[in-house]
């Protein structure tokens, strides 16, 4: 990922945080006939040594699981992608000074890099499911939980999936928010986004990462 320097976010908390907010990862294994992608809900943990692990699960029927299995010591790339907005030039009191803008894109993304286990164990497939509905049921008045339906049709569904763990080697992060603009171009920004109705999660950045507040 391309990284300039304003833009480099290293807290491993804040890049787990985002993981946790916006855990529809997109992985991504290099083959010999190219790449292949496949968008996933995963699971991000910390372990007592330290180690950050992704967990997921995919169809059976992807073929994407076998590549991991026969590939082994090949390293997989995940992207989360958190919030994002355009920014017109039309925010910038540089454009009212000079005119010397053009639009830009805000964004926020963390890449995990690392190898990929495959499990098929029924045991570790139900905690991960388990685990996965409970956290994204959380906030729910009457939270689903995977022991509401009846045994068997969860075990003849969990004969269709596989499960996946990776061990991350890399964790890094991009927060584009406008940190390299002028501070009243910085400000305009923030002001435009807190107007438009999808702009206030950026907006907090911008202020946040461009030391407004």
């Keep these: 990922m391309y990284q300039p320097p304003h833009f480099i976010e290293t807290n491993s908390d804040v890049l787990q945080a985002l993981v946790r907010a916006h855990p529809l990862g997109l992985m991504i294994s290099a083959t010999p006939s190219g790449p292949v992608a496949d968008p996933l809900p995963f699971l991000i943990s910390v372990g ?4 950050i692990r992704l967990r997921a699960h995919l169809a059976r ?16 790339l995940v992207v989360f992608q958190g919030s994002e907005s355009y920014i017109t030039p039309s ?14 894109w805000n964004y926020v993304t963390v890449q995990a890099r690392g190898i990929a286990q495959v ?5 570790w497939l139900l905690n991960q499911i388990t685990e996965l509905t409970a956290t994204h049921e959380a ?21 269709g999936i596989v499960g996946l763990e990776i061990e991350v080697s890399e964790l890094s992060g991009k927060w584009k928010v406008s940190q390299n603009r002028p501070v009243a171009d910085r400000s305009g920004v923030a002001e435009g986004l807190e107007k438009a109705a999808s702009g206030q999660v950026m907006a907090g ?6 030391k407004l507040d």
């Design 61 to 76: 029927a992807n073929p994407h699981w076998k590549i991991l299995r026969d590939n082994p010591d090949s390293t997989v």
């Design 205 to 210: 950045l911008v202020r946040q990462y461009g």
């Design 139 to 159: 906030t729910r008045e009457a939270p689903w939980q995977v022991h509401d339906a009846p045994a068997g049709y969860i075990e003849s569904q969990m004969k």
């Design 91 to 104: 925010w910038y009191e540089t454009k009212r000074e000079t005119g010397k803008v053009v639009p830009t």
């Design 119 to 123: 499990f098929e164990d029924s045991s």
């Design 48 to 51: 007592d040594d330290g180690a």
